[in-house]
């Protein structure tokens, strides 16, 4: 049986949040739809705040996992 799709906005916050962490610049973001566009850009967003706050490596694993579920 195959499993659902998550949620479009869901995976494009994931997405975003994961780029932001990483530092990679909010040009890169791969959706054409607007409103997943916002869902990319607010994870972008989260991602760069916990990044400068140094939330990254082993220190943001429990952020890290909260937003993977």
């Not at 916050?13 to 869902?39: F, H």
């Not at 400068?52 to 694993?61: E, T, Y």
């Amino acid at each position: 049986m195959r499993r659902q799709k998550r949620d479009l906005s869901q995976r494009a916050y994931k997405r975003g949040y994961q780029a932001g962490v990483s530092g990679r610049s909010k040009d890169i973001c791969p959706t054409g739809s607007e409103a997943l566009r916002q869902e990319w850009i607010s994870g972008w967003r989260d991602g760069r705040v916990d990044n400068w706050d140094g939330l990254k490596g082993v220190s943001g694993i429990h952020k890290v996992a909260a937003v993977s579920g």
